[in-house]
């Protein structure tokens, strides 16, 4: 098999300097909306209270996870002369993860970061770069990003707002089945933890019993099948929907 047919790093390049030439202004277009929603935050918490803050991590979350759904390569006008281009399907699934997993996430805090330093220089009053408590919240993070990474390429047209959908439609799937299992299996149950959580299923590990004025809680012997299940939804996503979205490309690309 002839490597440089799957990848050649020239003509990767090549195909890294058009989409920056293209994409340059959405680069800057997010750093500007950053430093003009840090600056508000910054004058608002000075006159008022610092509620805007609170939604910074909401705001950074939604940029990297989001923005691929705005990405016009597989728009009606621009998605035959992007299929064109002569790449491979491997370089062009790889131009895609390099900017939306690690370039943007990359600026968003990257711009955070220079940000803090800057405001530290003019007031008294800063806030810490907004960091994830551990590596679970960033494989979070990039498997919710892996579903409109999916959804980006295989719905195209209005991909944002039909993966919302899908994603919602999902979640209401998660709860009545956790609803379900719960009730049939755990009828005395009166209080599950993160019992408003959508995917409280995956992390339920026992129930509480009333005894008099209190509570006794009691551990079920069901917590490995939750653990089996919570790792086979950390391999889906986001690897099992990067794979997914690499095949889709190519078969659109065929």
Same mark, same amino acid.
């Given at each position: ?47 008022? $209270? ?5 939604? /910074?991590?909401?705001? +950074?979350?939604? @940029? *990297? ?23 491979? $399907? ?5 131009? /895609?993860?390099?900017? +939306?997993?690690? @370039? *943007? ?40 990003q892996s579903v409109f990474l999916f959804g980006y390429v295989c719905l195209k047209k209005r991909s944002f707002v039909k993966t919302l959908s899908l994603i919602a439609v999902f979640f209401i799937f998660i709860i009545i ?15 599950i933890r993160s019992s408003m959580d959508p995917i409280s299923i995956l992390s339920f590990d026992g129930y509480w019993i009333p005894e008099g004025d209190s509570s006794r809680f009691v551990t079920t012997k069901t917590t ?31």
């Amino acid at each position: 098999m002839d490597m440089s047919a799957v990848f050649n790093i020239e003509r990767f390049w090549n195909l890294q300097k058009r989409e920056f030439a293209m994409y340059w202004k959405q680069y800057l277009f997010i750093l500007c909306g950053i430093a003009a929603y840090y600056t508000i935050a910054t004058v608002w918490e000075s006159i008022d $209270t610092g509620w805007l803050w609170n939604m /910074l991590p909401p705001v +950074y979350v939604a @940029i *990297i996870i989001c923005s691929i759904s705005f990405d016009k390569n597989l728009s009606d006008a621009n998605g035959t002369f992007y299929f064109t281009l002569p790449v491979s $399907t491997f370089e062009r699934f790889l131009g /895609l993860w390099i900017k +939306y997993i690690v @370039i *943007i996430p990359l600026l968003v805090f990257g711009a955070s970061v220079c940000l803090d330093f800057i405001s530290s220089l003019f007031v008294s009053t800063t806030h810490p770069v907004v960091k994830f408590s551990d590596w679970w919240d960033y494989h979070l993070l990039y498997a919710a990003q892996s579903v409109f990474l999916f959804g980006y390429v295989c719905l195209k047209k209005r991909s944002f707002v039909k993966t919302l959908s899908l994603i919602a439609v999902f979640f209401i799937f998660i709860i009545i089945v956790s609803k379900i299992i719960i009730s049939q299996f755990y009828p005395d149950v009166s209080y599950i933890r993160s019992s408003m959580d959508p995917i409280s299923i995956l992390s339920f590990d026992g129930y509480w019993i009333p005894e008099g004025d209190s509570s006794r809680f009691v551990t079920t012997k069901t917590t490995m099948l939750y653990d089996v299940t919570k790792y086979i939804l950390a391999a889906i996503f986001p690897l099992g929907m990067w794979i997914l979205t690499y095949f889709k490309l190519r078969e659109t690309e065929v």
